[in-house]
């Protein structure tokens, strides 16, 4: 039996957020695989050195109330235009999302890193700036994907969209606001999320979000 888009996208979201669920207990018991991990990838990222304008700036890109804004912006355009799936998509990956994180925040409670260099407060597990930086940008990368249809212009964007997620990871981990595993966390949580909205989309109207695009 031939797999139809919506299942394929609901495996992609068990498997993205499985990863999310063990990562969480690996994180929460404190496993030796982890704070290897964590203090590594911190450490090859103060070798970089301490520039802290350049990291403020970047998790200034990240920061929630940007990424939501712009969020609300672009479901405002999809209504505007005509694609009210879309539209409502948006609105439920952002708010049910943003649901999540909070849910997990709480349920680890894990602590932000020693030593910030500019302290930041909340729970460490998952970052918020990554998630929902890189939330958007799978709803953007999903949308471009069907209106470009892969050309160049397609990758070319898909190319500065990921620059810029890798950016605000960057700054978040320059600022030692966050460990590397809250951006891992972060990066599993918003792809496998935003894989569950698009299979429910999919469920909804019967046939693939590709075949309504422009309908």
């Not at 992609?12 to 982890?34: D, N, S, W």
């Not at 890798?166 to 320059?174: D, S, T």
């Not at 299979?199 to 309908?215: F, P």
């Amino acid at each position: 039996m031939t797999m139809t888009t919506s299942q394929r996208n609901q495996q992609l979201a068990l498997g993205f957020l499985g990863l999310l669920g063990i990562l969480a207990i690996l994180v929460k018991i404190q496993a030796g695989l982890v704070l290897w991990l964590d203090q590594s990838v911190l450490a090859a990222v103060a070798k970089l050195g301490p520039h802290v304008g350049l990291w403020e700036a970047l998790t200034t890109l990240g920061s929630p109330i940007l990424t939501g804004i712009l969020a609300i912006c672009l479901a405002g355009g999809l209504f505007y235009w005509r694609q009210p799936l879309w539209g409502e998509m948006v609105v439920i990956g952002l708010v049910g999302g943003d649901g999540l994180l909070l849910i997990l925040k709480h349920l680890l409670k894990r602590p932000r890193p020693s030593l910030q260099v500019l302290v930041d407060n909340g729970f460490s597990f998952p970052s918020g700036h990554v998630f929902s930086t890189t939330l958007l940008a799978a709803m953007v990368i999903t949308l471009l994907c069907g209106v470009l249809r892969h050309n160049w212009i397609f990758w070319v964007a898909v190319t500065m969209v990921s620059l810029i997620v890798l950016g605000v990871i960057l700054g978040r981990l320059g600022l030692r606001n966050h460990y590397p595993t809250d951006a891992l966390g972060s990066l599993l949580l918003a792809v496998g999320w935003w894989f569950q909205v698009m299979s429910l989309g999919e469920r909804q109207w019967g046939k693939s979000l590709g075949e309504k695009w422009g309908a």
